[in-house]
Every structure is written in structure tokens, then in C-alpha cells.
């Protein structure tokens, strides 16, 4: 039973020292730089935030985001050794990915650690001597096959090529799981605030969970525990960076109610499929589509907020109507939207992308923060009428009002005409 966190010795547990990572170690000298933004990996450093050697640790926070906690559940409930080390064997990446120019910009990419699927490979020297380094990106491939796709074949504007889409309604597609890694200077940066406000109100809005925020300014990486992001490509990977290939890509922030169980108060599956759909017509004409799966639920204000402000909307005097749309939200949330567009660029970075020929997105608040990051977008696709449900309506009008891309904006009377379902 040694090496687990504590010891169960038959007349108690005797738990072990508890370890302090918040003031620096006696041994300064063995914490392993980290040059954010170099472009040789070697030169940059590895993310390292292992749990076993606080003086090794050269970031703040630990791997899995918001998983740690169930981590911490194992350990503490005996199922897992606190010191187990995991074996990489046979998991490095389906298909590469990069290196691209972006990596070795500092001001790019600041809340994803370029090299965290390559971990095992550019680090391999490291780890064999024993450093405890984790990937925080993995890239797979898989088949994916969705109702509206089926339909969109049925409706003959899917055709099956045998490659990308196969004749079962299969879809051929690389996915890649993603964990926030977080260069604090750079984050700061984009919020245009500096990095000791933004420590401290981390700090503080956590409970005091990560000490380091502030007593660490030699750390500037913070693994935060929340949820990450899953990239889904279609078509071949390796064309992603060459300059003539074209690129159809929907930014997508989860709807757990719609995207999954098909809820209809929103647009966000039937517009997610309509994204997937347009990513599937790029590849089978020779260029790459890229969904980009955020996990932000209701506007990152998490679901019981969300379901308070659809009761809030649906008992309002008057029903549920466009023109109090994002009134109700803020009420509940003191904001209208805690998503934060600002990081969400550098995954396009990440992927080499430098032009987007197709967005399907009707959002200025994802328009204007890819075009500033210095991607162009060629076109805009909105999300077709026939696609919206029956209780989105209000959704849909209230967005268009707050100036989505759209070519109909609703006017006051219309906006206060109350369309979606009562309670
Ligand atoms: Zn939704």
C-alpha cells in the first residue's frame, strides 16, 4: 500500500504531510524554465504541473480542468495511487498537427499549450529521466453519424463520396480533445487588464483554491479547472496551413439541453448540424471544415442559471418576448454572456488557420475577435429559417436585434410580440 496518499495501517489512517506549493521550494534551481511562445519546444519548455514534486511544478493548477476534482475523489476514496504515473504507450496523435508559425508567437496563442499533444515526443528526453510531463491536447480519428445528416442525403444535399461521407451516413473525422492551459501575462493582455488584477480576482473567485495566483508571480502558467474544447476536422488534416486551402468553420459554445437532447427553445443543434454539414460539402470539395466544440455552457453561465432565466422569461409579464430576451439574463446573472470571445481565436492558431473561407456563424461577438486576432473571413453563413424550432423564435429575433449578421433586422414592435412557449 506505499505510495498511496494515506496509509491505512488497521488502527486508522495516518495521512501524510500535507505539501504547500504556495511559497517557492528549497531547491529553486530544479523548477525547468518555461519560455512561452519560443518555437522550439526544446527552447520553450515543457508544461510541467505533476502533483508529485512541488519543486519540479513550473505552472499553477493541474491536468483535466474540471476532472481534477474526481481525481482527488479516487485518490481520496483509495481508488487510485496519488503517485500513479501513466503510461503513454501507443497514444501519441491519429494524424500530426503543425508545427505552425503561430506557436512561436507569444501574443497568438496564450490559453492552450501548442505542444501538448507532442509531449511524449519532444519531451521524451525529459520524461525518460523521470520529469512527470502530461499531453493536454489528444488528437484520434472517429466516424460520426447524426439524424440531420441522414436527412440532408435524404434531401440530396449530401452526397455520399466514399471518403468523407460514406454511404451508411458515416462521417470520417479527426477529433481533438483540448485542456485550457493558460499563460497569464497573455491572458491579461487580451482582457486589456493587468496580470496581478487578474491573479488576484482568480484567486479570490475560486475560493482561494489556487494559492500560487498570488504568492508565485515566477509561475505564469495556470492549468484552470474548467471545462476545455473539442476540435472536430474534416477532410485531410495535413492540408491545414498551406496557403491555398480553403476552410468552412463553426465556433460552437455548448448547449448541453439542445445540442444533445434536442431541447427547442435555442438554434444551437440545428445550427451545430448546419455547421457540420457545411464542414462536410468543404472537405468533399478538397478543402478542411472545423467544428470547434467550447465547453461553455448557457453563455459559460452554467445550466442552473440558464434554466432560472427561461423560467424568469417564460412567467415575465407580457411572455416571452425578444425585447426582454437578454434583460432576463442579465437579471439572473448580473451579465448578459460570460463566454469571452477574446481566447477564442488562438484554437484557430493553433490550427494553422489564417483565412476562414465559410463561417458559419451569425455572431459579431465571434466575427469581430477572429478578424482582430488577424484571421480574414471571406463569407458569413447564417443559419437557413427552416432550421430554426418552433420556441427559438425569440432567440433568434433577440440576437438579430443585438446585431447578428443578418439582412432582416426586427423592428421594436416586432421584437415585443411574445413568441416563445409559456412554462
Ligand atoms: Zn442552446
Known sequence: MTGLNRLRDGKGIVPKP????????RRPAATPPLAWGAADPLARGPVIATLADPAARNAIGTHAGSYALYRALAVASGQLR????????????AVPVGPFPAWGDPGKIVSLDPWGHLVPEVFADAM?????????????????NMPELMQAMRDGRLLPDGEVLLGNGDVRVTKIAIEPVWFLPGVAARFGIGETELRRDLFEQTGGMFPELVTRPDLRVFLPPIGGMTVYLFGEPSKLGLPHTQVACRIHDECN???????????????LAHGIEACIGMAQEGGVGVIV???????????VTKFLVYNARKRQEGGDRADQYFQRTECVAGVQDMRFQELMPDVLHWLGITRIDRLVSMSNMKFAPIIESGIEVISRVPIPDALI?????????????????TEAVPDAAELAIAKGRAL
Open 293 to 303: 466544440y467550447n465547453r461553455k455552457e448557457g453563455r459559460a453561465l452554467g445550466e
Open 389 to 405: 424550432p418552433a420556441d427559438a423564435q425569440v432567440e433568434m429575433d433577440a440576437k438579430k436585434a443585438a446585431g447578428y449578421f
Open 18 to 25: 500535507i505539501i504547500l506549493t504556495s511559497h517557492p521550494q
Open 128 to 144: 525518460a529521466a523521470g520529469q512527470d510531463i502530461r499531453p493536454s491536447i489528444a488528437v484520434t480519428r472517429a466516424h460520426i
Open 82 to 93: 496519488a503517485d500513479h504515473r501513466p503510461d503513454f504507450r501507443n497514444t501519441r496523435p
Open 257 to 271: 439541453g439542445s445540442d444533445v437532447f434536442g431541447s427547442d427553445i435555442c438554434t444551437c443543434r440545428p445550427y
